[in-house]
Each structure stands twice: as C-alpha cells, then as structure tokens.
C-alpha cells in the first residue's frame, strides 16, 4: 500500500468548543484511498504522512459519512508553523503509510 497524493484543501472547524481543525479528502482521492487500505485501524482510520509547507508529519485520515471522503486532522502546531487558520486553502501532499513502517 503506497500511493501520494498532492491536492488543495479548506480548513475547516469541526466543533468550536473542542477546536478540532480538518481539511477533506477530495472524492476520488479518498475512492483510491478506500480500495487501497483494506485493513484499517480504530474508527475505519487509515495512517498516513503529510506535508503542508515545510511541516511535515504522520497522523491518519478518517472517513467521514456525511461527507462521503476521508477527512485529516491538522494539529494547531501545524497550523501555528505554517500561518495557516479555518478557512484557509492549503496545498499539500499526503502518503499512504504501511502500517509495519515505524
């Protein structure tokens, strides 16, 4: 299971009160995403690295029923390196990660 992904995406405000901040997954990327993992973790996620800028990390997508995609939390640290907030479009790269891979 290895594939990359490069594509834009809003920011955007799940809950006000718990701050959670994601961006979603375009349609036919997550399509590939879902063909791609068979075996996913906890809550259907599926781990993968990414890239905004010069930030880059590992943490997993999740999918997201009522929007029909996977969706990828991104933590305030990346937010506060890259000057990036809700509502911003953000360029980035993600790559599905085996889970054997440490």
């Given at each position: 299971?290895?594939?990359?992904?490069?594509?834009?995406?809003e920011l955007w405000l799940?809950?006000?009160e718990a701050?959670?901040?994601?961006?979603?997954v375009p349609p036919e990327i997550s399509d590939?995403?879902?063909?791609?993992a068979p075996t996913k973790a906890g809550f259907g996620s599926v781990p993968v690295s990414v890239t905004i800028g010069e930030t880059a990390w590992r943490?997993?997508?999740f999918p997201d029923a009522k929007r029909?995609?996977?969706?990828?939390?991104?933590?305030?640290?990346?937010r506060t390196a890259e000057s990036i907030a809700?509502?911003?479009?953000?360029?980035l790269t993600l790559r599905l990660v085996d889970p054997a891979e440490s």
């Open positions: 299971m290895s594939a990359t992904y490069t594509f834009s995406a799940a809950q006000a701050a959670w901040v994601f961006l979603t590939d995403i879902e063909e791609m943490t997993s997508v029909s995609a996977y969706v990828l939390p991104v933590k305030k640290a990346v809700v509502g911003d479009e953000v360029s």
